[in-house]
């Protein structure tokens, strides 16, 4: 069973044209993060949740916003994206007490491109 | 900076040999880490995790630490052509609250017919 679903897969957008990508949990954690991935990099932390509390990494650019309006959800918005932000964009959440309460479970990922 | 460093690779694997994969990470307190192996395309797949020093295996996977040395590894016995893929070592930050992880760049494993 899927623990951690986002949408859409794939996206693209156009330089500049905002875009969001969604991110759903079946697990009911309070825990969730945004990552970026670039092709042969490690993931990049953007944001990460404990409940509403939300904490975004120094190094996160401005055009990244992030919503989380309860458990389930959480958004990443992109404001303006440029060619630079074509990337893997990667939610997670944490595992249950059985699977390893600090271990993180990713989505499927969604791909962005910008044109 | 906390860090974490894996050989790029690739390494390739005949088939049925044993892959050995290695990581290094600069956070001395940190005490759990974790092994994902990522597809091309796809998101990262949590493989094994290990918490104590010395070995812990699971299937074909043994994964080994040495807080002391600050370094964990992955062997992967009988590898198999669908092992074939990128392995990231993961390990959670010693001073956050918040149980952010470093990763390192990944492993690129290549299983030989």
């Known amino acids: 069973d899927a623990m951690v679903i986002q949408n859409p897969r794939y996206q693209v957008t156009q330089f500049g044209k905002p875009v969001t990508l969604s991110c759903s949990q079946t697990?009911?954690?309070?825990?969730m993060y945004w990552y970026q991935q670039k092709s042969s990099q490690a993931p990049k932390l953007l944001f990460h949740?404990?409940?509403?509390?939300?904490?975004n990494e120094a190094d996160t650019p401005d055009n990244f916003q992030s919503r989380r309006p309860n458990t389930s959800f959480c958004f990443l918005d992109i404001r303006s994206p440029g060619l630079g932000d074509a990337a893997m964009y990667l939610c997670?959440?944490?595992?249950?007490?059985?699977?390893?309460?600090?271990?993180?479970?990713f989505g499927p990922g969604t791909r962005l491109l910008v044109l | 900076q906390k860090e974490v460093e894996q050989n790029s690779g690739p390494l390739s694997v005949p088939e049925g040999a044993i892959a050995s994969l290695n990581c290094t990470y600069s956070?001395?307190?940190?005490?759990?880490f974790f092994w994902y192996r990522q597809y091309s395309g796809k998101s990262p797949e949590l493989i094994m995790f290990?918490?104590?020093?010395g070995d812990k295996e699971d299937g074909r996977f043994t994964a080994q630490l040495n807080k002391a040395s600050q370094y964990v590894s992955l062997l992967i016995r009988d590898s198999q052509p669908s092992d074939s893929a990128t392995y990231l070592c993961?390990?959670?930050?010693?001073?956050?609250?918040?149980?952010?992880?470093?990763f390192g760049a990944g492993t690129q494993v290549v299983v030989t017919p």
């Open positions: 997670a959440t944490r595992g249950t007490p059985g699977q390893g309460p600090e271990t993180q479970y």
């Open positions: 697990l009911n954690h309070n825990v």
């Open positions: 949740y404990y409940d509403k509390d939300f904490n």
């Open positions: 956070d001395r307190g940190s005490q759990s």
């Open positions: 290990i918490y104590s020093n």
């Open positions: 993961a390990v959670r930050e010693s001073t956050d609250s918040w149980g952010k992880f470093q």
